[in-house]
């Protein structure tokens, strides 16, 4: 690969990078705004972070929406990978489809009717609303897109991996295990990654089966807004969004640490034909 | 798979801090079964301090939840499946949760102060006699326009929002009951009517109105007005109250030929199991110096009048907000339009929404 | 494997039968009720006799289409190019990252961004070109709408070239092919199942953005979602509400088959 295309390319990742930031710096800008407001920077103050230190409501809140949101991700990460691999091994091109629309109602309807059809659900069935009937929904609505992430690279391995396998001696799990879990791992990790985008984004789902004292972030956001969104806010999400990004390159970090010289330098052999390019 | 392995472990680490954080939070708040009063409100429409004050007096734990929209409100009390002791409904919904016999009838020999609200705001239309409500704040629609942009002469009336120099410069409420409404009273008529024939004239006057209209959009019209995006909006007294604070060159008026008045009401809904902490909190909401605290803090009108006593002159004296009783007389409540009238409303706004331009 | 399969598969049928089989039957029962909840047809003759129901089914076609093109274009450089930089795991984190913020506060960012006295606009009026409406207008609307969905398109094509065999590419070269067909001839019908999966991930949701609508778009457009969400909650008329749910999921359903994997051609296959 040439020295002006690679820079051509950051330059592209670069402008890709600043859009995706943009709005995200507006708002940590803002949260110092001594002007109460978003428009117009009128003095530096931390009186919003101040207030938010004491606000044990929100905190209590942000608490809750992170164990929400770690927790659905988590689970509809299993069920997901496991609905992928049963969506791959059903026989024959319709009934995949049949399944896969299946799979993709609950990603098309609007928030709305799948907040209120849960609702009414969990009503005739006598669940009563709070933290459970929440994580139900959450899990519920974020499998789909665990499903979409893996399923691409299901269909990407090499049949002929678990047939040696099985030549081996491999059980059926032990062939999940070892040869189909570790060829997916990086879509079940970035459906991880979107199914806990989907539970910390959602406020219509969430609105209509919260209850008895349980609430999340997004919520306490949408319904704030008739009175305008208080600087709190910004200040809040700044926090957090400096803790996820010290989270991510701190994983990141970790798991570069534990991965295997062998690995590396199978990358490095990857990364070496693409840039014969 | 290592790489999953370390995530996932990771994973359930963080899980379990945030479980036993949460835990500990809950119970340091002193949530037990029978002392929580639940309160289901919009959000930040009461001020924190309050909560505090009533929580040090009476040793009730508010649990304090928050919807976006009555209707959604109303969706999730029918429902069930909740325990809400108290929530402060517009009066429509009230209206159509008294129909649906949702609501528990007020106990007044449990009230006390209720002598306290103006009596212009009790046994209204919509809950005679005030079985089941009681007024929280209330307040008009009307139009708030930017003096820099245009002259306060030419923006009185409902019918000057179709004058040519508005062109592309008019932010709408995004509500079908008000802007049929306002298409109603500019004609002198009744922004509850349900006669077709006039309805159907609503419907063509307002198709001569997109040429002006910037955009229609919600709550969001504060912060576009403060900002100066546009130069008039049809927007909420409320509303237009925190916008006045926040730009000197805006101005509210509620035309005179006909608005609505709206009212937010306290209910006890049937979901309640708290009832007596339902009426320990209305009793406390109906003592002047909290229901001023309460005005002060949200910037909406107050119906105490032993609080507005206790409020700044220039807050009270203040036409914009607190009109004298010859505009109020031509302001009108939103009745409860039932089904099939809301369905027609809804329509023709939907069509007035996909022929803007 | 039958047995195996059968194991691990109920937790997921489960929530299929529970969570997406009940509830649309549900949905299909209430679209054949009336306001008063006796049995019609009635809904679906007004939809498909109303203009203005199937103008705006049409435009919200339209401008899904739109975005997810635009995103599409955006993100599959992007994709690619960050499958080839060092820490690429680490930037496709960072990707994601802002979605973790919420979208309303997003959306008011932008609003501040592109108002009349915002950022962009200070810029032109310094710049000379003088201020602009941007705020909702189409364009913004689709800008803004494109950033909320880049992410979701980044990711599986990003998954698709990280699986692609390496050593096919270098059999590419040897065969003498150059960079652009290696490009068209192995790289792009190879990621194809990332760029389909992408395109349903960002099209479907698009059919039913209503918060952006309102707050970028000012109620220019109107999407089949925002209906949904104006007969669930202000009319309170689920049956239409509903009504056009089923529209929505059977238009679901033909973008997936349209979409769908196919058997494969020769060359490169289009989604």
């Known amino acids: ?277 | 798979m290592r790489n999953l392995k370390v995530l996932f472990v990771g994973i359930i680490a963080i899980i379990c801090v945030l479980f036993v954080t949460s835990r500990q939070m809950r119970t340091s708040q002193g949530h037990t079964g029978d002392n929580t009063l639940t309160i289901y409100n919009w959000g930040d429409y009461i001020d924190p301090e309050l909560i505090k004050k009533f929580e040090q007096e009476t040793g009730y734990k508010v649990s304090y939840e928050t919807f976006d929209s009555n209707e959604a409100m109303f969706t999730k009390i029918q429902q069930g499946g909740t325990a809400y002791d108290l929530t402060i409904p517009s009066e429509y919904m009230i209206q159509k949760m008294m129909a649906e016999e949702m609501l528990i009838p007020l106990d007044y020999t449990k009230i006390k102060g209720i002598e306290n609200i103006d009596s212009r705001f009790m046994d209204l239309d919509f809950d005679p006699e005030n079985k089941y409500s009681i007024p929280y704040f209330w307040g008009t629609l009307g139009i708030i326009y930017n003096d820099k942009f245009v002259d306060g002469e030419n923006i009185q009336h409902w019918d000057d929002l179709w004058k040519e120099e508005l062109r592309d410069s008019v932010m709408l409420f995004d509500g079908a009951r008000e802007v049929i409404g306002l298409a109603l009273n500019s004609d002198g008529e009744s922004l509850n009517s349900k006669d077709d024939e006039l309805l159907a004239q609503a419907a063509r006057k307002l198709a001569k109105l997109p040429d002006n209209v910037k955009a229609i959009v919600a709550d969001e019209i504060k912060m576009y007005m403060i900002n100066e995006e546009a130069s008039v909006a049809v927007t909420f007294s409320g509303e237009a109250s925190e916008m006045l604070d926040n730009n000197e060159h805006l101005h509210y008026v509620i035309p005179s030929e006909g608005s609505n008045v709206w009212f937010d009401n306290i209910v006890i809904p049937k979901t309640t199991r708290n009832i007596d902490g339902a009426y320990a909190f209305i009793n406390f909401l109906l003592v002047p110096e909290n229901a001023a605290q309460n005005a002060e803090y949200i910037g909406y009108s107050t119906p105490n009048k032993e609080a507005m006593g206790l409020l700044p002159e220039e807050i009270i004296e203040d036409e914009q907000f607190y009109p004298p009783d010859e505009v109020i007389n031509h302001l009108e409540v939103y009745e409860d339009l039932g089904v099939e009238y809301i369905g027609i409303y809804n329509d023709i706004f939907l069509e007035f929404k996909m022929h803007r331009r | ?271």
């Not at chain 1, 689970?75 to 896969?100: E, H, S």
């Not at chain 1, 929440?134 to 974020?142: C, G």
């Not at chain 3, 506060?105 to 710049?127: D, H, P, Q, R, W």
């Open chain 1, 1 to 277: 690969m040439n020295k002006r295309k690679g820079r051509l390319a950051n330059l592209y990742l670069f402008m890709v990078f600043v859009l995706l930031y943009l709005p995200i710096f507006y708002l940590i800008f803002y949260s110092f705004n001594a002007g109460g407001n978003m428009n117009g920077f009128t003095g530096f103050t931390l009186e919003y972070y101040q207030a938010l230190a004491e606000d044990t409501r929100l905190l209590g809140i942000v608490v809750d929406t992170f164990l929400l949101a770690f927790l659905s991700a988590l689970l509809a990460t299993v069920i997901g990978t496991f609905g992928a691999m049963m969506i791959f091994y059903t026989r024959g091109r319709k009934n995949r489809n049949v399944l896969l629309s299946m799979n993709n109602i609950l990603m098309v309807s609007p928030d709305v009717i799948i907040g209120a059809s849960f609702l009414i659900f969990f009503t005739v069935l006598g669940i009563s609303l709070n933290f459970l009937s929440v994580l139900l929904s959450h899990v519920a609505f974020s499998i789909p897109i665990v499903v979409l992430m893996v399923l691409p690279r299901l269909k990407e391995m090499n049949p002929s991996l678990i047939d040696a396998a099985r030549d081996l001696g491999a059980t059926n799990w032990q062939i999940i295990y070892k040869v189909i879990i570790p060829f997916v791992t990086p879509g079940i990790i970035a459906g991880y990654f979107m199914a806990f985008t989907y539970s910390l984004d959602d406020f219509a789902v969430t609105f209509f089966v919260t209850g008895n004292g349980f609430s999340t972030l997004a919520v306490e956001i949408y319904s704030r807004a008739r009175q305008g969104i208080s600087l709190e806010i910004n200040a809040l999400s700044t926090l957090l969004f400096l803790f996820s990004m010290i989270l991510v390159i701190g994983y990141y970090f970790i798991s570069q640490g534990n991965t295997s010289k062998k690995q590396k330098s199978l990358n490095k052999s990857r990364q070496e034909a693409i840039d014969t390019l």
């Open chain 3, 1 to 271: 494997m039958t047995k195996t399969k059968t194991m691990y598969s109920i937790p997921y049928i489960l929530w299929l039968l529970l969570f997406v089989v009940a509830p649309v039957l549900l949905i299909v029962y209430q679209s054949f009720t009336d306001i008063d909840g006796a049995f019609t047809v009635g809904n679906y003759g007004k939809y498909f006799t109303s203009s203005t129901a199937l103008r705006m089914t049409f435009n919200s076609l339209l401008y899904a289409g739109i975005i997810t093109a635009a995103v599409l274009l955006i993100s599959y450089p992007t994709a690619y190019f960050l499958s080839r930089t060092v820490h690429k795991q680490l930037w496709l984190m960072l990707i994601i990252l802002p979605t973790w913020i919420n979208l309303l506060l997003k959306a008011y960012a932008f609003i501040g961004i592109f108002s009349v006295n915002g950022t962009i606009n200070n810029f032109l009026e310094f710049a000379g070109i003088g201020r602009q409406q941007i705020l909702f207008t189409d364009t913004s609307f689709i800008f803004v709408a494109a950033y909320i969905e880049i992410p979701f398109m980044i990711l599986p094509i990003f998954n698709a070239l990280e699986e692609m065999n390496p050593s096919l590419i270098s059999a590419s070269r040897d065969l003498g092919a150059n960079t652009w067909q290696t490009f068209q001839r192995v790289i792009l019908p190879l990621s194809m199942n990332g760029v389909r999966s992408g395109v349903q991930a960002v099209f479907i949701p698009s059919l039913s953005l209503f918060m952006l609508t309102r707050l970028i778009g000012g109620n220019r457009v109107i999407t089949l979602g925002k209906a949904i969400e104006q007969h669930f909650m202000v009319t309170q008329n689920w049956g239409m509400g509903s009504t056009i749910g089923v529209i929505l999921i059977l238009s679901m359903v033909a973008i997936m088959l349209l979409t769908g994997e196919k058997k494969r051609r020769k060359g490169g296959n289009r989604a």
